[in-house]
């Protein structure tokens, strides 16, 4: 297959929209539902809690390390192979597991898998594809991530089966790993990094552009992971009612799905124009209109709280979120210092999610506090400091000198 062309992009872009689509649906849906089977009522919260603090620090630890492995072996597409695998047999564990313990230790599977497989797989935009069309790469990765999490909804509402959902997502995962290896092959004249495991872990924090794209990173993650924490219990306490464009919901749960869906829309529509895009103007100029147009649309939220005003900002919010996932792989693959370890590095760059879904967390207890002294202030708080985090992600792109 000729590469950069779409049909090409979206080949390599595969395997993410597999690994978002299974994430989306098994978060959101398949895990809580199978604790709720195999543990009393009064225990599922503490063991479903469990299950998500183990998966976070797995999903901190795993890309890192198994990027590590794939640089010293100086391949990508076993790892992958082996990876994919795994995962569909750790979901199909998952759908049959008759208790919790056997349902935690095939979710522990499930991490170990996603990070063979998606680890190395990350190191495949630098690997491949030169600096001036790693925006178009981005854009499909950033877009196919916007239909993953599309195509899990559409799975949930459309399929009831519990099992056959799993089976659908095991499914897919292994066709999409099937394009990629057979698409794009190994990478040609990879070599074995024969830095030791700390140095390799500590090479990239030297380079002041890696820790700039980093805390670019994190900043803005934290403001989406601050909003979409609390988003639920902000509809059930300040907007109360879901009417809008016809829609009549009754379910808060139903209506934060709603602005969910607008919100991947937006990002699957602005995402791969915005990469091509930033191959022509630079990276920089895409992230300061991201960045300042999420800041703003926190504003309309908190001063008018109606459900149909949420749904289209859900949709602006989406366009300028896309816009972001469109250039941050490629802003991060522009400023890598070393082709061989390409893998380690993007393994690093990605904790900077996984931190931002803990810090998030922690703000529960200041918004319960803030929101007893006044209803609803606590939700103001932390949505202006949501935007002030977009804000302040954005405006240490400046300071990044490997990129444009």
Known sequence: MQPFTPSWYMILASYWFASSFKWAAVLLALLPGRVAQLVPDEQKAGALGLLFA????????GPPLTGYLSDRVGRRMPFLAIGAVLTAVALVWMAHAPSYAVLFAA????QIADDLGTGPYSALIPDL??????????????????IGNIAAAVLIFSLPNVTGQFYVLAGVNLLAALLVLRAIQEVPGLRQRQLSF?????????????????????????????????????LSDVVRTFDAFGLHLVD??????VLGLMIFVGGALSAVYAGRRSDQLGRKRL?????????LVMLPILMLPRFDLLVALALIFGVFFGIYLAVDWALVADVLPDP?????????????IVLPQVIAGSFGGLIDRANQASAGSGYTLVFLVAAGF?????????QIRGAR
């Open 107 to 110: 979710y522990i599977l499930l």
């Open 54 to 61: 183990t998966g976070a620090v797995m999903a901190f630890v």
């Open 340 to 352: 061989e370890g390409y893998a380690t590095d993007m393994g690093l760059w990605q904790t900077s």
């Open 198 to 234: 700390v140095q390799s872990m500590l090479a990239p924090w030297k380079n002041p552009d890696f820790r700039w794209v980093w805390a670019t990173r994190f900043f803005a993650m934290l403001g989406q992971y601050s909003v979409q924490t609390y988003l639920l219990y902000y």
């Open 390 to 398: 977009f804000l302040l992600g954005t405006f240490l792109v400046r």
């Open 129 to 146: 594809v030169p600096r001036s069309k790693r925006g178009a790469a981005s854009g499909y990765l950033g877009t196919m991530q916007m």
């Open 252 to 257: 808060p749960a139903q209506a934060v799905g």
């Open 287 to 295: 992230i300061y209109v991201s960045g300042i147009g999420l800041s």
